[in-house]
């Protein structure tokens, strides 16, 4: 269980290497468009300490992290949005997408050439998300006809979704993604049902070069990324995509000598998790089965009920209670009998609200 992350970009930005570097899978590499057709796809367990000790407590056999899906999907050019080079498999993967990471390049190469000339960041994200918007507008302008359609004998419903979708037409004409589009809660219910590419949460990543890490020259490049990222109110993070793909073959003494060396505080994959569960706004808990500790990853503000259901629908539908501990009141008393004995253990009914690094079992009956 987890979140699904698509790598999009220009092509030859770096989008393969970086799938690499974050998932430890070796795929083609190539210096012309299109060498990746169909999508590259690696599930990523995602280490968590917090786990590991719960796990220890009860002698866990079997340790499940949560997990993390990279997708490579191929690059996008401008045209994308009316089917140029390989641009409806490309929107079509991006829409199963949970969130985007927006890879725009950074480096120079004469071996890799640029498709639009030197790296800009701007004008990089600018083609990638224009031809998303271009996408969601056919999206939107044939559903608005489909809706049109249906409005005689209608219902209130359908009114205010043709209300909606010509607001929505009008605000994406201005060359705004459906992310910013201003909609209160039962608007953005709707807008989430027509899955639109601009609507999803991204996170722009800078490949730079092996030699600017050691450089000041990058630092123009890096700062018109970051000016871009905080103009689109995103996250936003830089990385060496080839270093850290090339640092995979290596033992992990060798590994951390080197990170220190280019002055890297943590690994890609490392701040692609931390921003993602960010963006997402996601929480773990944790469930302790026989001789299995498992992580689930949840929304923020998810009850218990709704928490149960991520495991299994029927615990969901009977569920009757919650026994909840947080991991590190475990982890001091020593085993689940003394927490019980201390009274530390919990009881709450299907309305709690589930907290970061909760330990949970659930009582159900169907």
């Given at each position: 269980?987890?979140f699904?992350?698509?790598?999009?970009?220009l092509?030859?930005?770096g989008?393969?290497?970086?799938f690499t570097?974050?998932s430890?899978?070796?795929v083609?590499?190539a210096?012309?468009?299109?060498?990746?057709i169909e999508?590259n796809k690696?599930?990523?367990p995602l280490?968590d300490?917090?786990?590991?000790e719960?796990?220890?407590i009860?002698?866990?056999?079997k340790?499940?992290p949560a997990t993390l899906?990279?997708v490579d999907?191929?690059?996008?050019i401008k045209?994308?949005?009316k089917g140029e080079?390989?641009?409806?498999r490309?929107?079509a993967?991006?829409?199963?997408?949970?969130l985007?990471l927006?890879?725009?390049?950074?480096?120079r190469?004469p071996d890799?050439p640029h498709v639009?000339?030197?790296?800009s960041?701007?004008?990089d994200?600018?083609?990638v998300?224009?031809e998303?918007?271009?996408?969601d507008?056919?999206v939107?302008?044939?559903?608005?006809?489909?809706t049109?359609k249906m409005l005689?004998g209608?219902?209130?419903?359908?009114?205010?979704?043709?209300?909606?979708?010509e607001?929505m037409?009008?605000?994406?004409?201005?060359?705004k993604?459906?992310g910013s589009?201003s909609?209160g809660p039962?608007e953005k219910k709707?807008?989430?049902n027509?899955?639109?590419?601009?609507?999803?949460?991204?996170i722009?990543?800078?490949?730079?070069?092996?030699?600017?890490l050691?450089?000041?020259?990058y630092q123009?490049?890096?700062?018109?990324?970051?000016?871009v990222?905080a103009?689109?109110e995103?996250?936003f993070?830089s990385i060496?995509a080839s270093l850290?793909?090339?640092l995979l073959?290596?033992e992990d003494?060798e590994k951390?000598?080197?990170?220190?060396?280019?002055g890297i505080?943590?690994?890609?994959?490392?701040?692609?998790?931390?921003?993602?569960y960010?963006?997402?706004?996601l929480?773990t808990f944790?469930?302790?089965?026989?001789k299995?500790?498992r992580?689930?990853?949840?929304?923020?503000g998810?009850?218990?009920k709704e928490s149960?259901g991520?495991?299994?629908s029927?615990?969901?539908?009977?569920f009757?209670?919650?026994?909840?501990?947080y991991w590190e009141?475990?982890v001091?008393?020593g085993?689940l009998?003394?927490?019980?004995?201390?009274?530390i253990?919990?009881?709450?009914?299907?309305d709690?609200?589930?907290?970061d690094?909760?330990v949970?079992?659930?009582?159900f009956?169907v």
């Open positions: 269980m987890g699904k992350c698509g790598i999009v970009g092509p030859n930005v989008k393969s290497t970086l570097a974050l430890n899978l070796p083609e590499r210096n012309f468009p299109f060498c990746t999508p690696g599930i990523i280490e300490n917090r786990l590991v719960v796990g220890k009860v002698a866990a056999q340790i499940t899906t990279i999907i191929a690059g996008l045209g994308a949005s080079g390989l641009g409806n490309f929107l993967h991006i829409r199963e997408m949970d985007l927006y890879v725009v390049r950074g480096f190469s890799v639009t000339g030197n790296p960041p701007r004008k994200i600018e083609v998300e224009l998303l918007i271009l996408a507008l056919n939107i302008e044939k559903r608005l006809e489909k049109v005689k209608g219902t209130k419903e359908l009114f205010e979704e043709k209300e909606l979708l607001q037409i009008n605000h994406l004409n201005t060359g993604s459906a589009f909609s039962k709707i807008i989430q027509w899955q639109l590419l601009t609507d999803k949460p991204v722009f990543v800078l490949n730079i070069g092996e030699e600017s050691l450089k000041e020259d123009q490049v890096i700062q018109e990324a970051r000016e990222a103009e689109k995103a996250p993070m060496c850290e793909a090339d073959s290596l003494e951390k000598f080197f990170l220190q060396e280019y505080k943590d690994i890609g994959l490392t701040e692609v998790t931390r921003l993602g960010s963006s997402l706004d929480l944790f469930t302790i089965k026989g299995e500790t992580a689930w990853p949840v929304k923020e998810a009850t218990a149960a991520k495991i299994h029927d615990i969901e539908r009977g009757i209670a919650a026994e909840v501990v009141e475990l001091r008393a085993s009998a003394i927490v019980k004995e201390k009274g253990l919990r009881l709450e009914g299907k709690y609200q589930v907290k690094g909760d949970i079992s659930f009582r009956k």
